[in-house]
Structure formats: C-alpha cells, structure tokens
T-cell receptor, first 112, second 115 residues
Framework: GESVGLHLPTLSVQEGDNSIINCAYSNSASDYFIWYKQESGKGPQFIIDIRSNMDKRQGQRVTVLLNKTVKHLSLQIAATQPGDSAVYFCAEPSNTGNQFYFGTGTSLTVIP | GAGVSQSPSNKVTEKGKDVELRCDPISGHTALYWYRQSLGQGLEFLIYFQGNSAPDKSGLPSDRFSAERTGGSVSTLTIQRTQQEDSAVYLC?????????????FGPGTRLLVL
C-alpha cells in the first residue's frame, strides 16, 4: 500500500511562534489530503484539507502547502497557542477511496 | 449537531473474552469506517461500510475480528477471544457518501485493554 510519513516525530515551539509540521507522501496520484489534530484521549479532529489542483489553502491560523513535485505537504500554524498542543496527522485516501492512510503523526508541544 | 459517538469509552477485559464495540455515525452519513490505533502509532484501517454495498474487510487483522452495520446506521465491531495485542484505541469515523474526496469525522474512540 501507499505510505504517508512525517519528517519529525516531535516538535516543541514557544507560545506565539509559528509551527511547521511536514509530511511526505508516496502516491503521486493522490488528489486529496487532510490534516487532523488529535488531542490526548480524543479522536482525530479535522483541521484543513487540500485538493491536488491547489498548492496552498488557508484556514483560521492554519495554512496547508502542497508541493506535488516533491510529494510534500506541510501544515503551518500561526501564533501557536497552548491549545494547539496535540498530535498532528496528515492523511491521504487509498486508491479505492475506502480508507485513508495516516502517518504516525507529529507531536506538537507548545511551551508557555 | 451530534458527532460520531462510540461506546464504551473504555473497556478492560480478560484474555480470551469477547468484546463488542459500538459506533453511532453522524446522522445521514452513509459511509462508516473502523480504525485501530496502538499507543503512539498512526491509524490502522480495519473495515469500511458504504450504504448497502458489501463491506471492505481488507484491514481486519484476523478472523477473530468482525463487524456489522445494521440498518445502515449503527455499527458493532466484535473481537472474539481477545489477545493482549488487541489492546488499542478503536476509532470509528463516518462520512457523507464515502470515497476519496470526503472528510471522515471521527468519534472519541474506545480504549480497549486486554489483561
């Protein structure tokens, strides 16, 4: 199957700084990507998605960048807050669309 | 509106016992997914239901695992003769129609501990 992986398993940032979480994917045919946030003891929560016909999409304090040339995805969080501390997953659909492939996640810790 | 709900939130069982995990998807969502998440790991796909179509069971790790979805809504994941390696968080998700371009909305999970 295809794989989705994270460059760094952990990331610590100072409150107020910007955070960048990276993700590499292997299926060049993937046309949709999602970022999820998972807080301790909770299920993954949708943050933002992007389709392959876009290279950037912005939400509230979050921006996702897609570089199809190098099959790389990143999530940028502006002015990181303590409530942003969580594990962040990128996900892409399988070829059948019956499931999403998730990486192992990046654990973000915000230092007050 | 109400999100995906799962029950129980926690389950402790003894090795060899059977367990049933329940998922109530978002009302109107025809697609339902089960995933398993081991400690510190990503999500492992188990099974996918879409409407009245035959489920995609390709992720079930062994024949001790089974799932059903009654009336196109509630789903039950059953693990027979539980083993310690079955200990994990079992997550359910639903989406409106299923497919590659749809966001999956997750429930809070059931934390299963097999002693």
């Amino acid at each position: 199957g295809e794989s989705v992986g994270l460059h760094l398993p952990t990331l610590s940032v100072q409150e107020g700084d910007n955070s960048i979480i990276n993700c590499a994917y292997s299926n060049s045919a993937s046309d949709y990507f999602i970022w999820y946030k998972q807080e301790s003891g909770k299920g993954p929560q949708f943050i933002i998605d992007i389709r392959s016909n876009m290279d950037k999409r912005q939400g509230q304090r979050v921006t996702v960048l897609l570089n199809k040339t190098v099959k790389h995805l990143s999530l940028q969080i502006a002015a990181t807050q303590p409530g942003d501390s969580a594990v962040y997953f990128c996900a892409e659909p399988s070829n059948t669309g019956n499931q999403f492939y998730f990486g192992t996640g990046t654990s973000l810790t915000v230092i007050p | 509106g109400a999100g995906v709900s799962q029950s129980p939130s926690n389950k402790v069982t003894e090795k060899g016992k059977d367990v049933e995990l329940r998922c109530d998807p978002i009302s109107g969502h025809t697609a339902l997914y089960w995933y398993r998440q081991s400690l510190g790991q990503g999500l492992e796909f188990l099974i996918y239901f879409q409407g009245n179509s035959a489920p995609d069971k390709s992720g079930l790790p062994s024949d001790r695992f089974s799932a059903e979805r009654t009336g196109g809504s509630v789903s039950t994941l059953t693990i027979q003769r539980t083993q310690q390696e079955d200990s994990a968080v079992y997550l359910c998700a639903s989406s409106l129609m299923g497919g590659s371009w749809e966001t999956q909305y997750f429930g809070p999970g059931t934390r299963l501990l097999v002693l």
